[in-house]
C-alpha cells in the first residue's frame, strides 16, 4: 500500500460544481506536491507546499485552488472546471532537508484521483 | 533551460532479459539530481533509483542500474532479469535547481516497457 493516499480515487464533476481532492501522509515530510498528468504525458507540477507554506505555484488557472492545513495534508480545491481538465492528479510529499543531497529527498506518490469533467 | 529527453516510446523484451530504457538531459546547473520513476497502469508513480551529478559510481537497485554518462549527458536505466511485472510505462525526472530542500522535478516522456512471456 502506497503511504500517500488520495482520495477519491475517481471523481466526476460538472463544470459548475466545487469538489476537493484530499492528499494524506504520515511519513513526516515536509514538501507536498500537486501534479496533473493528462493520457499519455508525463506529470506536470501545479504546486509544492514547504512547511505549510506554498512555494511554488506553476501559473496554475486559480479556477484550482490548493490548501494544507497541516503537515500531513494537502487539498486541491475544484470550482468551475472545463473539460479539458481532466486528467490524473499526483499528489506526492517528500523530506525538505537543505542538508542532504537531493536524493535524500526523493517524492513518494499517491496513486492519483482520476478527475473528470463533464 | 533544463530538459530531459527519452527517445523510445516503447520497448519490449523478452521475460528473464535485460533492457535498457535512454535517458539524455541538458543543463548548465553543475549540480543536479537524476531520477528514474515507474508508472503502472493503476497510476502511482514509484521510485526506482536515483544518480547524483557528483557521485563517483553509477547507482544500483536491485534489478535497477543506472548507467551514468555524465560528459554525454546520458542516464540510462538497465533492468536485468525482467519480470512480467515490469510491464509499466518509464520516467526519467531531473531535478531543477533550486534553494530549498525539495525537489522540483521536470520529466521526460516517458518509455513504455511491454515484457513478453
Known amino acids: 500500500d502506497t503511504e500517500v493516499t488520495q482520495t477519491p480515487k475517481h471523481l466526476v464533476m460538472g463544470m459548475t460544481n466545487k469538489k476537493s481532492l484530499k492528499c494524506e501522509q504520515h511519513?513526516?515530510?515536509?514538501?507536498m506536491y500537486w501534479y496533473k498528468q493528462k493520457a499519455k504525458k508525463p506529470p506536470e507540477l501545479m504546486f509544492v507546499?514547504?512547511?505549510?507554506?506554498?512555494?511554488i505555484n506553476e501559473s496554475v488557472p486559480s479556477r484550482f485552488s490548493p490548501e494544507c492545513p497541516n503537515s500531513s495534508l494537502l487539498n486541491l480545491h475544484l470550482h468551475a472546471l472545463q473539460p479539458e481538465d481532466s486528467a490524473l492528479y499526483l499528489c506526492?510529499?517528500?523530506?525538505?532537508?537543505?542538508?542532504?543531497?537531493?536524493?535524500?529527498?526523493?517524492?513518494?506518490f499517491g496513486a492519483g484521483s482520476r478527475l473528470t469533467v463533464l | 533551460a533544463q530538459k530531459i529527453t527519452q527517445t523510445q516510446p516503447g520497448m519490449f523484451v523478452q521475460e528473464k532479459e535485460a533492457v535498457t530504457l535512454d535517458c539524455t538531459y541538458d543543463t548548465s546547473d553543475p549540480s543536479y539530481g537524476l531520477f528514474w520513476y515507474k508508472q503502472p497502469s493503476s497510476g502511482e508513480m514509484i521510485f526506482l533509483i536515483y544518480q547524483g551529478s557528483y557521485d563517483q559510481q553509477n547507482a544500483t537497485e536491485g534489478r535497477y542500474s543506472l548507467n551514468f554518462q555524465k560528459a554525454r549527458k546520458s542516464a540510462n536505466l538497465v533492468i536485468s532479469a525482467s519480470q512480467l511485472g515490469d510491464s509499466a510505462m518509464y520516467f526519467c525526472a531531473m531535478r531543477e535547481f533550486y534553494s530549498g530542500g525539495y525537489n522540483k522535478l521536470i520529466f521526460g516522456a516517458g518509455t513504455r516497457l511491454a515484457v513478453h512471456p
Open positions: 507546499y514547504s512547511y505549510e507554506k506554498l512555494s
Open positions: 511519513m513526516g515530510h515536509r514538501a
Open positions: 506526492a510529499s517528500s523530506q525538505d532537508r537543505t542538508d542532504l543531497p537531493s536524493g535524500a529527498n526523493v517524492l513518494t
